[in-house]
């Protein structure tokens, strides 16, 4: 089955961190790989993203404290958070384009991990 497996979420205090994880199964990561980030009646937004070769975006407000990364060899893509603030509390949504071989099959979203910054 393909499908994204976010893991990593969890309650942390201000200035700590989290590494999100999102795996590929029964396919791999084709370009683009992104991890957005949703807080109830707001739209999901974009936080980060990586395309095949390294080079990577991000949103504003996490540069200089958020690292994603990918490792094709195993088909995960991480999300390091550090200097976590209060406001990063969201559900977060690894989305990916995936391919089989050399096929493109879709773009697909995770099931969404939750991250909670509080004291």
Do not use: H
């Not at 200035?15 to 994880?21: A, C, P, W």
């Amino acid at each position: 089955q393909v499908r994204l497996v976010e893991s990593g979420g969890g309650l942390v205090q201000p200035g700590g961190s989290l590494r999100l994880s999102c795996e590929a199964l029964g396919s791999i990561f084709s370009n683009v790989v992104a991890w957005y980030r949703q807080v109830p009646g707001k739209e999901r937004e974009l936080v980060a993203s990586i395309i095949t070769g390294g080079s990577t975006n991000y949103e504003d407000s996490v540069k200089g404290r958020f690292t994603i990364s990918r490792d094709d060899a195993k088909n995960i893509v991480y999300l390091q958070m550090n200097s976590l603030k209060p406001e990063d509390t969201a559900v977060y949504y690894c989305n990916a384009n995936l391919q089989s071989g050399r096929f493109y099959i879709g773009n697909y979203w995770g099931q969404g991990t939750q991250v909670t910054v509080s004291s």
